[in-house]
């Protein structure tokens, strides 16, 4: 399942999309501080492309758990040169911001997709803004800023409160103009949740598959990942050395029918795309 309103040929890709994260931000859990600089942060984006990535998520704001706000218009200045690069050498953009402003002068600037991690809680303008633009739009389940989200990781079951809550977002993004067939729900693994609400919802993604739209899964090196690697002295697994993780996930995602991942190691999660595609068909010929 896929949204509709992307543009050639990432509409007309039957697998899972593999979306590479480009974080033009100094405090990145993982990437922070190493694309700042325009000219780098474009050169990396086109290497994602070419080693699979078929579309980059530039994003101007770290979302790790204690990050404070970035202004807005330290946030444009950020990401709006880097999408323009992007789009000018031919690579599908989407922007990852909980803003309405970034996000109208983003897609603007050539991005074809709106990632909102905030699902539209951060900013009550994002839903209409979305709508105006007329591109896919991904709902992330999210509870509050990176400075407090750890404390708000409880739930009766995590599952059944996730899928309502992202049902609640989707509801308010139809109620602003947002089609059904533009939105993408994505449980935000990582955000306001514990290793084992991670793994219950995707053990469970079916069931999130069942409220009938796309989905977008996101694991790429999170702690979850890093502490079920963990040592035998219990140190988590260092950010560097998740990928291998991440593509098994990328995996399992990508055989359940997930639509995209968002991933920093795009050739690993290519490569397992490929093969969770050829295990559903049974067979290496689409
Ligand atoms: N995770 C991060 C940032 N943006 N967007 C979506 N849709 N889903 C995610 O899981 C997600 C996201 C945090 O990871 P990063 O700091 O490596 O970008």
Redesign the pocket.
Known sequence: MRPDGLPAPLAQLRRTVVMG?L?V?PD?????GRYQDVSAAVAHGRDLHAQGADIV?V?GE???PGAQRVPVGEELDRVLPVVSGLVEAGVPVSV?TMRAETALAAVAAGACLV???SGGLADPDMHAAVARLGVPY?A?HWRGHSDRMDDLATYDDVVVDVIGELRDRAEAAMAAGIPQRHIVL?P????AKEADHNWALLKRLPNLAAQGFPL???????RFLGSLLADDDGVDRPVDERDRATDAVTAVAAAMGVWAV?V?DVAGSSDAVRVAEAWRRGSAHG
Do not use: Q
């Open positions: 994260v974080n931000t990145s859990f993982s990437d922070g998520d994003g770290s979302t790790r990852d990632n909102d991690v991904v992330m994505d935000g693994l990582g955000f977008l899964i996101g694991a790429s090196r999170k968002r920093h």
